[in-house]
């Protein structure tokens, strides 16, 4: 399995609401990542987990919460947003720990609208 | 501060013309250097990688310390080959801000 697959594929909530997005992969990569993609934008990276720890947190709104239950997968979790919120959040992974020296595997995105 | 800049938003060429993507970096000490393309509703996927310094769907890119550049090129363009493209560097993945390449019959 060569993939990253994220779920689910489109989210519409609320700012009131709770909801989580997923990402996993089954290449035994060490290193998974979130990005966040506005329209017309390039990512920009939001986390990265090493090794099932975070190591990277680029300044995250904490209403963004991250998780990591094991090294296939990692999920995002999602509370109080705002409109502007509303975006392409991207799942990458790739093979080395600790940065993004190695070459990154991307998921299809969830694609989010915050209403 | 660590930059990737893509200065043109726009590339448009005819179908077998030559195609040049311009990337510079500004980074202190010996950054990583990617290529990644978006084509249209597919997944960001990587192209090329400096370290590996391959052609990869006729495209090579060769790094060039002095000028601080990484240029994308391809000596006959494709229709195929029109999509987003993006020019990385690590420590962590910093993207320039993509080139939309247009590739015309």
């Known amino acids: 399995d060569t993939e990253v697959t994220q779920t689910p594929k489109h989210l519409v909530m609320g700012m009131t609401n709770k909801k989580s997005l997923k990402c996993e992969q089954h290449m035994g990569h060490r290193a998974m990542y979130w990005y966040k993609q506005k329209a017309k934008k390039p990512p920009e990276l939001m986390f990265v987990?090493?090794?099932?720890?975070?190591?990277i947190n680029e300044s995250v709104p904490s209403r963004f919460s991250p998780e990591c239950p094991n090294s296939s997968l990692l999920n995002l979790h999602l509370h109080a947003l705002q409109p502007e919120d509303s975006a392409l959040y991207l799942c990458?992974?790739?093979?080395?720990?600790?940065?993004?020296?190695?070459?990154?595997?991307f998921g299809p995105g969830t694609r989010l609208t915050v209403t | 501060a660590q930059r990737v800049t893509q200065p043109e938003k726009l590339l448009s060429v005819f179908k077998g013309a030559p195609v040049e993507l311009k990337c510079n970096y500004s980074y202190s000490g010996s950054p990583e250097l990617f290529w990644y393309v978006q084509y249209s509703r597919q997944r960001l996927q990587l192209l090329l990688r400096?370290?590996s310094r391959e052609s990869i769907k006729g495209f090579t890119a060769d790094l060039n310390k002095g000028e601080t550049s990484f240029h994308l090129k391809k000596p006959f363009a494709q229709e195929e080959d029109s999509a987003m493209y993006y020019c990385?560097?690590?420590?962590?993945?910093?993207f320039g801000k993509g080139t939309k390449l247009t590739v015309n019959p």
């Open positions: 990458a992974s790739s093979g080395s720990p600790g940065g993004a020296r190695n070459e990154q595997y």
């Open positions: 990385a560097a690590s420590e962590k993945l910093v």
């Open positions: 400096h370290i």
């Open positions: 987990y090493s090794y099932e720890k975070l190591s």
